[in-house]
């Protein structure tokens, strides 16, 4: 097939999403007014937002038996290439989405799946013939290593990472603190989020950025949520205003902003603040529906939305 603008690496899975009466606290409780199922992950979610854009986009991740065809089926539904979709023996990797009544979320995730995903010699061939090779956080640390060291070599084009995840939630699953280290070396675009920026950085989201500031990285954001994020380049912060939206479900919104990010600072080379402006509007239109891609824009909504807003 023909290269593809973007190949992501790591995470699709089953979410199962239980719209609660309240978060519940420790020791506490909560009842379940809905519970759906539908696929998501990191790399597929960020995969999907890219193709809504329309980008050509492959994915590698790995797959269990019990949930290969329902996710596989989805993803290529979506408009994503599956060759290089794989599966295994062992429990797939899911997620439990606890969605409280304003929108807001907690995720707890379980299964093996894309803790066991390698990378073979066609995956490599694959990801050599990208413009872009995205991964997260959550792909398993041999997996980040290799992309890294790739990258080193010149032999992936450009690397956008996500650090998804605190440190205690990655340990034993995901990338280790040694490999984001390398990541910070050789990234085109680093991405992090509020709470796992306070446990990498070991501070908060000041200390992010003034740490990112003095690192190598040309093109990185930290994101805050309703407070929107910051955008870190040429050793100096854009501060990048949430858009306001009716929300109707906050899960996926930093893996929209994400898509739109590459689509318009790395692949379509918007100056950092109009770019950020566009990655907002792409996760405050996808807030609006329920699902990690409920409402994934395509440009010309994006456009749209931002000229009246």
Known sequence: MASLDVVTVGS??????YTLSNLPEPDGGAFVHDHTTTVGGVAANVGTGLVALDHDVGII???????????????????????????GAEESSYTLILRGPGGERMVVAGGQSVPRLRLD???REYLADADVVFTSAYAPDTVVAELVAARERGEIARLVFDLAG??????GRGTTPATIDRVLSVADLFVVGEVAARSYFDGDVT???TALEHRSVPRAAV??????????????????????VPIEDTTGAGDAFTA????????????????????????????TAEGACGRLPDEASVRAFLADD
Do not use: K, M, Y
């Open 260 to 287: 739109g990010l590459v689509h318009a600072w790395l692949l379509g080379g918007a100056p950092p603040a109009d770019a950020g402006r566009f990655a907002a509007g792409v996760a405050a239109l996808n807030c």
């Open 166 to 171: 605190p440190l205690s939630e990655l340990e």
């Open 61 to 87: 991740t790995r797959l269990g038996e019990d949930a290969t065809e329902e996710v596989e089926t989805t993803l290529r539904t979506r408009g994503l290439d599956v060759t290089r979709v794989r599966s």
């Open 121 to 123: 010699d066609t995956d």
């Open 223 to 244: 994101t805050r949520g309703d407070e929107g994020a910051v955008l870190i380049t040429d050793e100096r912060a854009i501060d990048v205003p949430a858009l306001s």
């Open 12 to 17: 699709a899975l089953i979410d199962h999403v």
């Open 207 to 209: 200390a992010a950025v």
